[in-house]
């Protein structure tokens, strides 16, 4: 069986990390999201995986390659227009001649949920969905059932007493019948596979398949350090702590081997750190995911944050960490676990305090001893005063 995955979005909530790289190409575990979902199919019998790329996409195709060093077969095709899943599942119709599964991209999941559903499909015939269930499902699109048939899957649902915890889990066992039904489906404001299978009677039934395993997407910033977070809780033979003159590593954390450690530096649980970076004397870092080539100065103290790649970190700055209020896509988010994110290339002189939920654009500069509490656009300066 073949699998089409659906890795062409740009993640634009996630401003400024998805600038320069697609959302499935940010670091979860100091590896890309979408590798997660690569060797998830690799270690079952999916021998041919279809990516479908668009935005940014030489960044996938340069790291993913024909799929070698994974042992699976990849081949890619092109959304230029990205106009919703079922427009890009419909770039993948001419590689596609019998049942084959559908992924999103953005997702971590385990072997088990492609085993299960590609077995459903085989079984039945039937086109099937993975569903899960999770604490806050207005977040995604929530499965409504009439016995144990799905007959809506509803996106984001604004009343939540009208919701299921019982959710999408972005896994499809399907046919090649999925085409024209995704080409009757109305395309605006886009053609949307959910759309797809909630209205076409041809597609019913559709069954569920319940999965309670390893599940987690990133739609916002906040989500990319509770992610990281959670995989590496879930790791089942954690590293011991490293303890020396040096530095403290905590168990369930993973750093690239070119990391380079003060003496005195504590990375403390939930934290990833990627390839060089450079983390001064007596830093301490907690839950928090720290991208490739970065600087982090003596004393800095980094909390609930991401830092993305080549950012500088001067000397005693603070990431407070903890809950924060913000605003994305005119949308109030309430007490989330959200210290800060810091784009691509910024520069934080020393002692700066970063209050939480404050995003810090790509390249933007920030002076020496400045208190940041509202959000600083990419290339943008803010001083002292």
């Known amino acids: 069986m073949k699998a089409v995955v659906l890795a062409a979005g740009e993640g634009s909530r996630l401003q400024p990390l998805t600038n320069n790289r697609p959302k499935p190409m940010l670091p979860v575990g100091n590896r890309p999201l979408l590798e997660h979902i690569v060797e998830a199919l690799a270690s079952t019998d999916i021998d041919e995986v279809i990516l479908v790329v668009g935005y940014q996409r030489q960044r996938i195709q340069s790291y993913f390659g024909n799929g070698r060093q994974w042992d699976i077969d990849i081949r890619y095709v092109v959304q230029e227009r990205r106009l ?148 590496l809780d879930r790791e089942t033979e954690p590293a011991p702590p490293i303890v020396d003159d040096n530095a403290t590593v905590m168990e369930r954390t993973t750093l690239a081997e070119s990391v380079t450690l003060g003496p005195g530096v504590r990375v403390l649980p939930r934290t990833a750190v990627g390839e060089n970076v450079e983390i001064g004397s007596n830093a301490v870092l907690e839950n928090a995911v720290i991208f490739p080539d970065v600087t982090i100065g003596p004393g800095a103290v980094l909390r609930d944050c991401v830092v ?5 970190i001067g000397p005693n700055t603070v990431i407070r960490g903890g809950k924060a209020t913000t605003l994305i896509d005119d949308e109030i988010h309430r007490d989330v676990p959200f210290g800060g994110l810091i784009g691509d290339r910024a520069q934080l002189g020393g002692n700066v305090t970063v209050e939480p939920g404050t995003t810090i654009g790509e390249l933007a500069t920030v002076e020496s001893g400045t208190t940041i509490n509202k959000d600083l656009s990419d290339t943008m300066k803010a001083v002292r005063g």
């Open 84 to 231: 919703g899943t079922g427009h890009a599942l419909l770039q993948a119709e001419q590689h596609i001649g019998d049942d084959f599964l559908a992924l999103n991209g953005d997702r971590i999941i385990e072997p088990s949920i492609i085993e299960d559903v590609a077995a459903a499909r085989q079984e039945t015939k039937d086109t099937c969905l993975a569903v899960t269930s999770v604490a806050t499902p207005n977040r995604y699109g929530v499965v409504r059932f009439d016995g144990q048939i799905i007959t809506d899957i509803v996106e984001q649902p604004q009343n939540e007493s009208a919701s299921s915890s019982q959710i999408n889990a972005g896994v499809y066992g399907l046919g090649p019948d999925i085409f024209a039904a995704i080409r009757r489906t109305d395309a605006s404001p886009e053609q949307a596979l959910t759309v797809t299978l909630s209205q076409e009677d041809g597609l019913q039934p559709i069954q569920p398949v319940s999965y309670d395993g390893l599940w987690g997407d990133i739609s916002y910033p906040w989500d990319l350090a509770q992610l990281n977070g959670y995989l």
């Open 308 to 312: 993305g790649a080549g950012a500088e």
